[in-house]
Structure formats: structure tokens, C-alpha cells
């Protein structure tokens, strides 16, 4: 008899995205971390790219007709204009960045916290850069398919029993 509720499922369904995700996630705080970087030490440039971008693509339209001293002020505001969205863009990343490794952080501790035939399966099944498959992953811990699987299912529900963290939010990062 299947003892499962609807909300189990959900929620392991969820925590199951989370550990599938890992190494795309280990991946984006990589690229997350460079681009942070990069736009933190080069704003200027980029602001004055974009600027120049502008200016060649779109003439003067933007900024209007009359003389320089006209353009001036307008100028100076598409410059604020387009700070304030590389810095919405950095906050952002910061953000999802944030997300990401509070997660993988989670996942590793819960990993590590666990005894050493579930800590197999976790590890070969969502961590490790060669996934194994159940059935590689069974020979291994000497138990069978079946059996590999149920106690996925008990450890997606274990880490979100564990985790402190609202897991939909992360979901939503990875989309």
C-alpha cells in the first residue's frame, strides 16, 4: 500500500529538480561569480559601451535634436539610467548566486551527514560529475533497483524535511 501523500510528492518532486540541478547550479555560481566580478571592475567601460552603442546605432533620436548643450543633461541621464540597470543586473546575480550556493552547500552537508550506503547513492546519482545509474549505483550498495529507488524517495523527503529554505524559490532561479 502506497503510503505517500499528494504533498510527499510534490515535495519530493521539487527536492528531486534541486538535486538533479546540482552541478548546473555548481556551474552558474561559477559563471555567476565571473560576471559579478567583471561587471563590479569594469562599469565604467560597460556604461560607456552601451552609451557609444546607443549613440552609433540610434543617432541622436534618443537624446534629441538641438545643440550639445541641449544633449548634455539627457545624456548624463541615459548614463544614470543605464548604471542603475547594471546595478539591478549585479543585485540580481548576487542574488540567484547567493541562492545557488546556500544550496549546494545544504545538499553537501545533508550528503555528508548521511551513513555510507545513502551517501553512495546521493553522491553517485546527483553530485558526482559521472552520474551512475540505478543500476550501477545497486551493485555497488548491494541492494536492489527497487529498493535504490525507495530510498531516494525517503532521502529527497529527509532534505526537505532538513532543508531551511523555501525550495520553490530555488526552482524558480533555475528556470
Given amino acids: 500500500m502506497n503510503t505517500q501523500t499528494n504533498a510527499d510528492l510534490s515535495t519530493e518532486k521539487q527536492v528531486r529538480v534541486l538535486f538533479k540541478n546540482y552541478r548546473r547550479m555548481k556551474m552558474e555560481i561559477l559563471q555567476l561569480s565571473e560576471s559579478i566580478d567583471f561587471l563590479s571592475k569594469n562599469l565604467e567601460q560597460s556604461v560607456e559601451s552601451d552609451i557609444y552603442s546607443e549613440s552609433v546605432s540610434h543617432g541622436t533620436d534618443g537624446i534629441g535634436g538641438g545643440s550639445t548643450h541641449d544633449k548634455l543633461p539627457k545624456i548624463a541621464e541615459r548614463v544614470e539610467e543605464i548604471r542603475m540597470e547594471y546595478a539591478e543586473n549585479v543585485r540580481l546575480m548576487k542574488r540567484k548566486k ?76 533555475l528556470k
Fill in 98 to 173: 547567493s541562492i545557488f550556493e546556500r544550496t549546494v552547500a545544504s545538499i553537501d552537508i545533508f550528503a555528508d551527514s548521511l551513513e555510507w550506503s545513502d551517501k553512495t547513492i546521493i553522491r553517485r546519482r546527483f553530485i558526482e560529475e559521472d552520474k551512475k545509474s540505478l543500476e550501477e549505483i545497486s551493485n555497488e550498495i548491494h541492494l536492489t533497483v527497487s529498493a535504490v529507488k525507495k530510498r531516494i524517495v525517503k532521502l529527497m523527503l529527509g532534505y526537505a524535511e532538513s532543508a531551511h529554505f523555501n525550495i520553490s524559490v530555488v526552482i524558480e532561479e
